[in-house]
């Protein structure tokens, strides 16, 4: 009875988290929050939640929040993922070298208006990029095959080990464990949808320079 009031009490906090992120209107937190206190809810209720109607509830989510929250801004992001594919596709051996995305981003951007078809809607999105949004694609573009190698032994290993946990849902988990657990996972979805990771170096370089 007073693990599930503890885990009663985490759910409070990590719903008041997501409260503010909606405030904040922080998309990519709010989902990573959502799918970080779905796996709570279901530590502490101790029930095990279907894969499918998680992954239909998460996408429905996506749609919603891409749709209905700064679509301009989804815009972009659908440019910029399209210009840094071709910039994958031009250095898939060795990458453009690490913290060199927002240097030939710029001159791709040139090139793809130059070359391409685009509409009215991308010329208005088209800003002075310095991140791709997505700090696991920045990566592999700039580190080529050995980055998209490594980001899949990584997810793979990481996958093993969260399901190795999460197999017998009966463990208790304490408080402290529960709330890492949400903010690790808040930090690792966010990161597919904007720049966690590069911003934080960004300002610990300028911290230190």
């Known amino acids: 009875m007073k693990n599930q009031t503890n885990g009663i009490d985490i759910i409070v906090i990590c719903a008041l ?3 503010i992120e909606v405030i904040a209107k922080s998309r990519a937190l709010i989902l990573g929050s959502t799918i ?4 709570i809810y279901q530590r502490t209720t101790r029930r095990k939640i279907s894969i499918m109607r998680s992954a239909m509830f998460i996408l429905s989510l996506a749609i ?4 209905c ?6 815009m972009g992001r659908i440019l910029i993922y399209k210009i840094g594919w071709n910039i994958f596709e031009n250095h898939l051996n060795k990458g453009i070298g690490l913290g060199n995305f ?3 981003y710029k001159d791709y951007q040139i090139d793809y208006f130059k070359n391409h078809p685009y509409s009215i809607k991308d010329l208005l999105v088209a800003d002075n990029t310095q991140f791709a949004f997505n700090d696991y694609f920045q990566f592999i573009i700039e580190t080529g095959w050995v980055g998209l190698t490594s980001f899949v032994l990584l997810s793979a290993i990481l996958y093993s080990m969260v399901s190795q946990r999460n197999e017998n849902v009966n463990r208790k ?3 402290m464990e529960l ?7 808040t930090i690792l979805v966010a990161a597919a949808f904007t720049h966690v ?8 370089e300028q911290t230190v320079s």
Do not use: Y
């Open 17 to 19: 988290i997501i409260i």
């Open 36 to 39: 970080g206190l779905l796996f």
């Open 102 to 104: 927002k240097v030939v």
């Open 173 to 175: 988990m304490g408080k």
């Open 64 to 67: 919603f929040l891409s749709v």
């Open 69 to 74: 929250f700064k679509q301009d801004s989804s």
């Open 179 to 185: 709330l890492a657990s949400f903010v690790l996972t």
């Open 197 to 204: 990771f590069e911003s934080g170096v960004a300002t610990f």
